[in-house]
Structure formats: C-alpha cells, structure tokens
C-alpha cells in the first residue's frame, strides 16, 4: 500500500517555510518533487546566501548563477555569492540587473586578472531597495569617471568594497548617493589617496591596506562619525591628516603588524599619535628587545584606551633564553592616564607573554579589565598558576580584573596569520 504524503497537502505557506529552512541546493530540488512542490520554491523570495553556515555550498560557477536566475523568476531577499570572472559572467550580471534586490547583495569574484565591470542598472533600478551591499574584485564605473557608479541608493546603510577599481571622485561621489550610510569598509581601493567623505549619517569608517600612501584624510565632513579604524596604514606619512577625539567620536583605532615586522619601523623620533584610542599589533615573544620595542610603541599613543595583542610564540622559552629587559614606565603616559582594557589573544603562558601582562596589570592605574585569551587547553589549577605569576606585583589599579578565556583558533590558523602580519606592508 502506497504511503500517503502528508506533507504535500499542508497549505502553500506552510510549504514555503519548510523549504525557506533548506539550504540552496536542497530547495531547489524540491521543484523536482511533484507538481505540487513545482511552483513552492519559484514563488518565494530567493535567499541565496553562501556565507551562511546552512548553505550546503561555498562557491557557484556563472552556469550555475545562470541556471539560478532562469529557474527562479519571483522577488530576490539576498542574493550572496562567489564566483570567478569569465564566460558567462555578463550574462548572468544583465540579468540580475532586471530583478529587484529587497535587502542584501554580495558578489564577490576570486582575486584574478579580471575585474568584471557592475551594470549601472544593478547598483541603479535594481538596487534601490538594498540595504547591505559587499563587493569583492570588480568595476565599478570608468577608469576616470567622475560621477557615481549608482544614481541613488536610499535604504543602504553598510557597504563593503574589496578590491574594487572605482575612481576616486566615484567613491566620493558614491557615498553622497547613499544618505542613509552607516558603516563603510574599504579594503586595498587602487588609487585612493583623498578621503574626504561627506555623510551625515557615516557612524563606522574602517580603512584597510591602501594600495598607495594617503595624501588626505579628513573628517570635517562626517559629524556623526563614532568609530575609524586604519589598518596597516602608515598614519605619519599623511601630509593631511586631520582627525581628533571630538564631538561624536569615540573611538580611533589602528592595527599594525608584529613588533619586529620589516615594513614598520618604530624609532624614537616618530611623533605621538595623541587621537589614537585602540591599538592592536602582534608580538613573538621570542627575545626582551621586542618588549622594549613594545614599551616604545605605546609611549606614542598617550590616550590609549584599548590594546590588543596578538600572541605568536610558537615555541618554548625559559628566563635564560629570553634574556632581561627593564622597561621606563614614566615614557609610557597611556599607563598613568587613559588605559582601560588590554586583551591578550592566543596567550600560552611563555615568560615574555607573562612579563608583559605582569608589567601593564601593575603600571595601568585605570585598568579595569585584562582578558588572557589563552590556545592552551588549562586546567582551572594552572590558570590559577598563570593569575598568580601575572599578579605577583600586584595591580595598579584597584578595579582591575583579569579573566581566563579560551582561545578556539587552531595553531595552524595561527602561524598563517603570523605569516601575514610579518609580510603585511605598512602603506
């Protein structure tokens, strides 16, 4: 006796959230199911989204876009892909450019040679009602074009460009079409020196790894900026840098390599960065000259608030082998005034990495909270252990607290990000 299909007889909305709930290539697939179920998937709005951790796939050739599109002809929510440039691509572009996109567009191509150019009509009649938009390794514009890639996007308030050719007046441009902008990330933009962007909405700025040196960089223009971070930029080799702690800005921060990175050079004669609130550098703890080098970086940053500190110490290293180092705390005006929270990320207990902790838990007189993100698996005994060796000189500041978290970032995940950091270039 033929089982009965219960399923099939619920009513349509039913279905349609049953196969919301499948990741992408499943959901397609009910289509195949019966007639029924034909019509389910095509009516409901497409959610492709790639970067979710439901989605049974991580990257779609053009074909497969393509067969995407041409089978699912209904509204578009999120549209998330990776994919590489070539045939097919502007096939597949032209057409997403006729749809409606309703909240969130990332299209991100692997890094090659090509960068497809963006129909303006994507970013134009098709975007209009995007709130998200991440671009990685494309076009966007001519190479000199002066005006904005996008007429006007009304509801965007994230963008996320990566890798993108765009002019510079273009991007400009581009950020006084989207009045409602909240938080802007721009990673390796060839050719942008100026920035100088106007936005009375702009509340998060993050600017990563310029391709050429800066020549400007202003905020005069974003009154409601909250938060910048540069990183690994060369923040003393801008002519024009005029940036401060005012009005709605809370936080700047700047994230560097290692210590002992070739591409930074930290000397006595580089003035301080007296607007700097969070720093963020790595450390190998491999010999007490990187920690005099550490102590001498922080003597630039006098308002120092934050400071994270990534560990990479991949080895052991007893008293001996590290050698001796007495640090000059009054050079260090951050420790007397402003330092409020360190964070030490994949910490293994190595004598440096306990110098260094034990040094900032009894000089910071404002601290209030060290967090020893730990990559060794400690039982609570030799966490104890650890908490007495970094306080055996007590605390300078009596609402300091120090917390024991584990560190889940593989050793192997860990040494590539150490690999980084040690080739990164400072531009």
């Known amino acids: 006796m033929e089982e009965e299909d219960r399923i099939s007889l619920l009513p349509d909305y039913l279905l ?7 990741p992408p290539k499943a959901a397609a697939r009910t289509m195949l199911l019966s007639r029924r179920w034909s019509s389910i998937w095509p009516s409901m709005p497409l959610d492709l989204n790639l970067d979710s951790p439901d989605s049974d796939i991580r990257f779609l050739t053009a074909g497969s876009i393509s067969s995407i599109l041409s089978s699912h002809r209904g509204a578009i929510r999120r549209f998330c892909v990776t994919t590489l440039a070539g045939v097919g691509t502007h096939a597949w572009l032209q057409t997403l450019a006729e749809r409606r996109i309703d909240d969130s567009l990332a299209l991100r191509w692997a890094p090659d040679l090509q960068h497809p150019t963006l129909p303006r009509a994507l970013l134009g009649s098709a975007g209009v009602s995007l709130r998200r938009l991440d671009l990685h390794c494309c076009r966007l514009g ?44 721009l990673f390796m933009i060839d050719g942008l020196r100026r920035i100088v962007f106007r936005s009375l909405t702009l509340a998060i ?54 210590v002992d990175s070739p591409s930074r050079n930290i000397v006595p004669n580089k003035s301080p960065l007296p ?28 308002c120092l608030c934050r400071l994270e500190i990534g560990c ?77 060796l970094i306080c055996d000189r007590g605390k300078a500041s009596l609402f300091a607290q120090l917390y024991f978290t584990r560190n889940m970032i593989s050793r192997d995940t860990r040494r590539k990000k150490a690999a980084f950091l040690n080739s990164v270039a400072m531009i």
């Open 16 to 22: 349609s959230s049953i196969v919301h709930l499948l």
């Open 142 to 185: 001519t190479p000199n074009a002066t005006r904005s890639p996008v007429p006007t996007m009304p509801r965007l308030d994230y963008l996320y460009l990566s890798n993108v050719i765009i002019s510079e007046e273009a991007l400009h441009r581009m950020i006084e079409a989207c009045p409602l902008l909240h938080e802007l990330r």
């Open 205 to 258: 700025m993050n600017i990563s790894m310029p391709r050429l040196p800066l020549d400007e960089f202003s905020i005069r223009e974003t009154p409601n900026l909250e938060s910048v971070t540069f990183e690994y930029v060369d923040l003393w080799r801008i002519p024009a840098l005029t940036v401060g702690v005012g009005g709605k800005v809370r936080e700047l921060g700047l994230k560097l390599p290692v």
């Open 275 to 302: 607007f700097i609130t969070s720093l963020d550098f790595g450390m190998e703890f491999t010999a007490s000259g990187q920690m005099n080098k550490a102590i001498q970086m922080l003597s630039l940053f006098p």
């Open 312 to 388: 990479f110490n991949f080895g052991a290293m007893d008293k001996h082998g590290f050698g001796e180092w007495d640090p000059v705390a009054e050079t260090v005006i951050c420790l007397k005034k402003h330092l409020q929270h360190v964070l030490f990320k994949g910490f293994c207990g190595t004598v440096g990495e306990v110098e260094l902790a034990r040094y900032l838990i009894a000089r910071a007189k404002l601290l209030t909270f060290m967090e020893i993100n730990h990559s060794v698996d400690w039982s609570l005994d030799e966490i104890s252990r650890q908490k007495d």
